[in-house]
């Protein structure tokens, strides 16, 4: 404001300040440094597509008996709804986390260990997995069964073709393509934002849960 020319301002002041101003740098645009965003690494292949399943009987029931609460069997409609974000994690959220993880601590009789489980198989349609981090241990220690909430990918690699079985459809296995490392993140129940790498059956675990909460199951038609 202080330079700018005024009424009454005599003509020699009035041209003393043009020139002023003409010899003044012209105003340049600001450069800002950006620093590049660090976007996830990206899958090498699309995310896993399903193919025909090996048996195709259906289960006669729909519910199962776990040690604590029971597991949903298909068909369920819970189990083909994508499930919601946990926006809070209140004690009604840990207890069913804890459930969860007692039901992979003691499982019911199986014919394949489970080594994840997801909420809607304990029929809520939250955002939770539990998980076996170190499933090939001989003894398990209470660190190696954790729960994650909201989890999400970071990214999946190295797809490849494997096969694989879900509780909620006993005695059926599946062809499926899953990523040999995958990488996720989520909160501990505690609300600590935490990232997951896995490798082979943990990576497919990972895989296998997170498609329990988008409602994809084994069998579910038409995905990929
Ligand atoms: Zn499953």
Same mark, same amino acid.
């Given at each position: 404001?202080?330079?700018?020319?005024? @009424?009454?301002?005599?003509?020699t002041?009035?041209?003393?300040?043009?020139?002023?101003?003409?010899?003044?740098?012209?105003?340049?645009?600001?450069?800002?440094?950006?620093?590049?965003?660090?976007?996830?690494?990206?899958?090498?292949?699309?995310?896993?597509?399903?193919?025909?399943p090996?048996?195709?009987?259906?289960?006669?029931?729909?519910?199962?008996?776990? @040690?604590? +609460?029971? #597991?949903?069997?298909?068909?369920?409609?819970?189990?083909?709804?994508?499930?919601?974000?946990?926006?809070?994690?209140?004690?009604?959220?840990?207890?069913?986390?804890?459930?969860?993880?007692?039901?992979?601590?003691?499982?019911?009789?199986?014919?394949?260990?489970?080594?994840?489980?997801?909420?809607?198989?304990?029929?809520?349609?939250? +955002?939770?997995?539990?998980?076996?981090?170190?499933?090939?241990?001989i003894? =398990?220690?209470?660190?190696?069964?954790?729960?994650?909430?909201?989890?999400?990918?970071? #990214?999946?690699?190295?797809v490849?073709?494997?096969?694989?079985?879900? =509780?909620?459809?006993?005695? +059926?296995? #599946?062809?499926?393509?899953?990523?040999?490392?995958?990488?996720?993140?989520?909160?501990l129940?505690?609300?600590t934002?935490?990232?997951?790498?896995?490798?082979?059956?943990?990576?497919?675990?990972?895989?296998?849960?997170?498609?329990? =909460?988008?409602?994809?199951?084994?069998n579910?038609p038409? +995905?990929?």
């Amino acid at each position: 404001m202080a330079d700018e020319e005024k @009424p009454g301002m005599s003509a020699t002041e009035r041209f003393k300040r043009r020139k002023a101003a003409e010899a003044s740098p012209k105003p340049t645009v600001a450069i800002v440094k950006v620093e590049p965003m660090i976007l996830p690494e990206p899958p090498e292949e699309p995310i896993a597509k399903h193919t025909e399943p090996v048996a195709v009987s259906e289960p006669k029931f729909d519910i199962a008996s776990g @040690p604590k +609460r029971t #597991y949903l069997l298909a068909p369920n409609k819970i189990l083909t709804t994508k499930c919601k974000e946990v926006d809070k994690i209140d004690d009604k959220i840990i207890s069913l986390a804890h459930d969860m993880e007692d039901f992979l601590k003691n499982p019911p009789p199986l014919e394949v260990k489970p080594i994840g489980f997801a909420a809607p198989q304990m029929g809520m349609s939250v +955002r939770i997995i539990s998980c076996m981090l170190n499933p090939m241990a001989i003894e =398990l220690a209470d660190k190696d069964i954790i729960s994650i909430v909201n989890p999400r990918f970071v #990214y999946i690699k190295k797809v490849h073709l494997v096969t694989e079985t879900c =509780l909620s459809l006993p005695g +059926r296995e #599946y062809k499926i393509k899953r990523g040999k490392i995958v990488k996720i993140k989520g909160m501990l129940l505690d609300g600590t934002p935490r990232t997951f790498k896995g490798h082979d059956i943990v990576a497919q675990m990972f895989q296998h849960e997170l498609d329990h =909460l988008d409602g994809i199951l084994l069998n579910s038609p038409g +995905r990929g």
